[in-house]
Each structure stands twice: as C-alpha cells, then as structure tokens.
C-alpha cells in the first residue's frame, strides 16, 4: 500500500512563496514517477507539474513554468514543490500523485496513487 503525505500549505500573500512537500511510503521510491495537480472551487483538477528520474527530466503546465519547480530527494522518498510569484488564481487544493513506472505522467488518470491534498491560498 503506497501512502502519499502532502505538507507545506498555507497562507500566502500576492507574489509569495511556499514549498510543498510530498512523502512517499514506497520501498522503491527511485522507480516511481510522481506529479503535482490543484483543483478550485468549482474547478476540474489540473495538471501542475511531473518528474520523472531526475530534476531534469520534468515537466510542466505552462502557467507554472519559470515560477514553479518540481524536485524529488530519493535519500528522503519525498518529492518538492517550490512556488514562487505566487497569485490569487493559484489558490486550490494541492495534491501528490504517484505513477509506479519511472517516467513523465500528466494526466491524472495515469496515476495510481493520490495524497490527501494540502491547501494553498494566495491572498491578494
């Protein structure tokens, strides 16, 4: 059974930061691809960001590029979110997700395993 632990939500001002964090209770963390989705109020989840291997192999959804960075640490089984220049139409519900094939996911479907989400509200 594969848990995901989302922390690191809050509250934010226009332009802040913050950096969510993802624990993966997996024996072979290396081998899964993991990804980041957020949904609304009254909006369909949303692809935010992927990983696959490494910090290099990534990818994201165009709004979050050059403000978001996705990373994993494989000696701590927990992949990062770093949110910089955050705006109020970044508030949502932040979830983990996990794919046990190494590689790039972006649709949620393609994913086997979902955090319980951590909030995140920007204020303006």
């Known amino acids: 059974q594969v848990q995901l632990i989302e922390s690191g939500g809050g509250l934010v001002q226009d332009g802040g930061s913050l950096r969510l964090s993802c624990s993966a209770s997996?024996?072979?963390?290396?081998?899964?691809?993991f990804g980041w989705f957020r949904q609304a109020p009254g909006k369909e989840r949303e692809f935010v960001a992927a990983i696959g291997w490494n910090d290099v192999n990534v990818f994201y959804a165009d709004s979050m590029k050059g403000r978001f960075t996705i990373s994993r640490d494989n000696t701590k089984n927990t992949v990062y979110l770093q949110m910089n220049s955050l705006k109020p139409e970044d508030t949502a519900v932040y979830y983990c997700?996990?794919?046990?094939?190494?590689?790039?996911?972006?649709?949620?479907?393609?994913?086997?395993?979902w955090g319980q989400g951590t909030q995140v509200t920007v204020s303006s």
């Open positions: 997996v024996r072979t963390f290396e081998n899964y691809g």
């Open positions: 997700a996990a794919n046990n094939r190494l590689g790039l996911w972006l649709r949620s479907y393609e994913y086997d395993y």
